[in-house]
């Protein structure tokens, strides 16, 4: 700024000198001003140098013809710049355009959207006027295009499977290494209403016939679950699928990589992992058989369950203690791994 000041002070005093002495000035400044540039092509320059440079510019019509550390480019950047900078300033004094909407209004309709996944604009819109709220259509709709409504279809599925629990069996298969490196092929059928395992077997060698054959011991005299939820596994292939609808079920496959379709079946082998096969060594098919049928009725008659409100597939009764001296009795299940505990009266 200051040197902005004394360049100024300078330009007046050029007025009250000779023609002759503003020439000589002129040569020895130019001549200086070369041998700088030699030493330095690019100078650096200061906010207060760009805006001299632009004040110039709208002053002065020869402007250019006296540059020698900048180029005229550069200084109508720096004059476009400091356009962009003015005009963007201005527009924030005041608010332009449309009103905004409230954001209870906008937390509302994605609200709306989230909860309803197959309601539209006209639906939601209709909502808000009912709630005495004032908005159009067509704002309804430019806040719904803004809405991620992929994850609606897991919502959907999810309440599909709630909508039709007791009407939905699930199979899959989860594999066992054994002692001697072979692995087994486990198969198993769900039922989604209280978490019971229909079926189960074990089997090195799992074909689209062997599955059939489980399938008929599932489910005998036609009491086939309406609905039965099975991967894009090859082992599924069109004569299950064929004997599924001959039983009167509807084969429902999940979709392309997505095992949370079918969660319910997923859980159950995670669990039967953890508590069970994490901490054992499969000798054969007739040791794995006897492992999982002592698991499955732990699972069903001890185990309680978060979604079951903490009940077990086999609606567990809850004892009540008769006397204050009674003591808590641990029943062992599973070899030992768990416990079923239960009330002993004191002798």
């Not at 979709?255 to 859980?267: D, K």
């Not at 159950?268 to 058989?289: F, T």
Request: proline share 4%; net charge positive.
């Amino acid at each position: 700024m200051f040197r902005l000041m004394v360049s100024s002070f300078t330009w007046l005093g050029v007025y009250f000198r000779s023609r002759n002495n503003l020439g000589l000035e002129i040569l020895a400044l130019r001549q200086q001003v070369g041998v700088l540039k030699r030493q330095n092509p690019r100078p650096r320059l200061s906010r207060w140098d760009r805006l001299f440079w632009v004040l110039l510019r709208r002053l002065w019509s020869r402007w250019t013809e006296v540059l020698m550390v900048v180029k005229p480019e550069s200084a109508v950047k720096w004059h476009r710049a400091g356009f962009r900078l003015y005009w963007r300033f201005v527009s924030r004094q005041a608010e332009r355009g449309r009103p905004r909407t409230d954001e209870e209004i906008r937390k509302l309709i994605h609200g709306m959207a989230a909860e309803n996944p197959t309601w539209g604009a006209p639906r939601i819109h209709g909502e808000l006027l009912k709630l005495g709220l004032e908005i159009s259509e067509r704002t309804v709709s430019r806040y719904l295009a803004r809405v991620d409504r992929h994850r609606d279809a897991g919502k959907r599925w999810r309440i599909f499977l709630h909508n039709h629990r007791e009407a939905i069996a699930a199979m899959d298969f989860f594999t066992v290494p054994t002692a001697t490196f072979r692995v087994l092929y486990c198969f198993f059928v769900m039922a989604h209403a209280r978490r019971r395992i229909l079926h189960f077997n074990a089997t090195p060698y799992p074909t689209s016939s062997w599955i059939v054959q489980q399938l008929r011991e599932t489910f005998p005299e036609e009491t086939a679950a309406e609905y039965v939820i099975l991967d894009r596994d090859a082992k599924f292939d069109r004569q299950v699928t064929e004997m599924l609808k001959a039983m009167g079920s509807r084969p429902t496959r999940t979709s392309y990589r997505s095992p949370w379709q079918n969660g319910t079946a997923e859980r159950w082998i995670g669990s039967c992992r953890r508590e069970l096969l994490d901490h054992v060594i499969v000798l054969n098919e007739a040791h794995l058989r006897r492992l999982l049928r002592d698991y499955i009725n732990y699972y069903h008659e001890d185990r309680t369950h978060d979604w079951l409100d903490k009940d077990t597939p086999d609606r567990r009764p809850v004892e009540q203690r008769c006397r204050h001296r009674s003591q808590v009795l641990a029943l062992p299940r599973v070899g030992g791994l768990h416990h079923r505990y239960m009330w002993r009266q004191a002798a």
